[in-house]
């Protein structure tokens, strides 16, 4: 039922190794270039939100040699579905989160990116068959989030913690990456819809300081982890 918001993607364990199958070998080996489907949005401006995150993604998976994402224009949840079990595409972004979608064990969902005025939330989606790459987009959209409580954005993306959960070389700066190419949520925000429309649950450090700083606590954790591993 709208309304709920379903359990999301993890971050990666204490002590895990680097990715070595799935997407994520790809991004370590090969010249990967995200496919992200873009479910039909109610007004242009939600629209290029969304599509955001999927420059969001490449950012942190090209780095320095930038590969824009392949947008794929889909015109519902279902199809984004469709496209992810085909494998025509890595990654959905402005799904609607509802008990009844998320008990598709098919899917992951990342945390929320949106709520749309009337309780409901949207957020990016992936296979569930491949965990590794589920966490990733996670962890993306959880450090666009934290980036915004520390103010780091474009001019002082170096701020953003190095982790080579993934592996070693330029993946280890995936999320100043990240923040380097599109800013922090906030400007991803404000860039697209404008800072007067955010209000209520779309100020969402406000929510992660009701919640206990949720992405900060993660993202202290992990460099954390990082040190131990290091």
Not at 74 to 100: C, I, R, W
Request: with cysteine; charged share 20%.
């Amino acid at each position: 039922a709208q309304g709920t918001t379903p359990a999301q993607g993890t971050t990666p364990a204490q002590g895990t190794t680097p990715a070595t199958e799935g997407k994520m070998a790809l991004v370590l080996e090969t010249n990967f270039v995200l496919r992200c489907a873009v479910v039909d949005a109610t007004s242009p401006e939600l629209q290029a939100f969304h599509e955001r995150f999927c420059v969001a993604l490449s950012s942190a998976l090209s780095g320095a040699q930038f590969r824009p994402p392949v947008l794929v224009p889909v015109a519902d949840e279902a199809n984004g579905f469709y496209a992810l079990a085909a494998g025509d595409v890595d990654v959905a972004v402005g799904v609607s989160m509802t008990l009844e979608s998320f008990g598709e064990a098919a899917h992951k969902y990342s945390i929320p990116t949106f709520y749309d005025g009337r309780g409901g939330a949207q957020a990016l989606v992936t296979s569930s068959a491949d965990q590794d790459w589920s966490d990733f987009v996670n962890w993306i959209v959880v450090s666009l989030i934290y980036a915004e409580s520390q103010n780091i954005t474009k001019s002082n993306a170096p701020e953003m913690p190095v982790m080579s959960f993934w592996g070693e070389g330029e993946i280890k700066q995936t999320l100043r990456d990240c923040v380097a190419g599109v800013g922090s949520y906030a400007d991803i925000f404000n860039s697209t819809i404008s800072s007067e429309r955010r209000t209520g649950q779309n100020r969402l450090n406000d929510l992660i300081e009701e919640r206990g700083s949720q992405c900060d606590a993660i993202m202290t954790s992990s460099q954390q982890t990082e040190e131990q591993l290091g």
